[in-house]
């Protein structure tokens, strides 16, 4: 069974600039999870989706928004890139509505220039 | 959010035992876990223990849970220099949304 694969697997962005990343979960798997590790502030939880619904949200600024399709992938954005974005951007998918088994993909290394 | 705390580093020598600690401070902790991240890669769960559990084991693995005073511990027995990576504790109430420690950095020295 493939695992989470995001896509791209590395980014280089301007500031002001938007980006989309996309993450397909394990198959069969319907939740999808979003978060952002940086040196500074470690995992933070970004948002999280099931069945095209998010369900949760963590403490971020507007300018994250982000999206499930009805096939269970899902895509982050990000507008006006400012420096402080440069993150390893992480997805994890589990099966159910409950979060108890996350598996990770191995993330998208965005760097803001 | 959640404070979840652990320290930054940790060095062994290859065949001894590690242990890496995390404090955390949701008192309504339903489910603690422990991830693997090597260089360049995501996140791998290691396990995870219910908070009504006192200890769990799972090959070189245990992890000690004490809720009374919020301390959760993995310990890696006769540890590998394959085991060096970062260890992060995790813990949410729910189900439904994870904090993170900050991480341990392990070491393994040959």
């Known amino acids: 069974k493939a695992g989470v694969t995001q896509t791209p697997r590395y980014l280089i962005k301007t500031r002001g600039q938007q980006v989309t990343l996309s993450c397909s979960p394990i198959s069969g798997h319907r939740s999808v999870s979003w978060y952002q590790q940086t040196p500074g502030q470690g995992l933070q939880f970004l948002f999280e989706?099931?069945?095209?619904?998010?369900?949760n949200k963590g403490n971020f600024p507007g300018r994250f928004s982000g999206r499930q399709f009805s096939n269970s992938r899902s895509e982050m954005n990000v507008s006006t890139l400012e420096l402080g974005d440069s993150a390893l951007y992480l997805c994890?998918?589990?099966?159910?509505?409950?979060?108890?088994?996350?598996?990770f993909g191995p993330g998208t290394r965005l760097t803001v220039l | 959010g959640e404070d979840v705390e652990q320290s930054l580093f940790l060095s062994v020598r290859e065949g001894d035992s590690s242990v890496i600690n995390c404090t955390y401070t949701d008192s309504s902790s339903t489910y603690l876990y422990w991830y693997k991240q090597e260089p360049g890669a995501g996140l791998q769960l290691l396990t995870y223990?219910?908070?009504?559990?006192d200890m769990k084991q799972d090959q070189r693995l245990t992890v000690l849970l004490n809720k009374k005073d919020k301390h959760l511990s993995l310990r890696i027995a006769d540890t590998q220099t394959g085991d060096s990576a970062i260890y992060f504790c995790?813990?949410?109430?729910?189900?439904?949304?994870?904090?993170f420690g900050t991480g341990t950095s392990l070491t393994v020295i040959p």
């Open positions: 223990i219910f908070s009504n559990m």
């Open positions: 989706y099931f069945s095209e619904t998010q369900r």
């Open positions: 994890a998918s589990s099966l159910g509505p409950s979060l108890l088994e996350q598996f």
């Open positions: 995790a813990e949410s109430s729910s189900g439904n949304q994870f904090y």
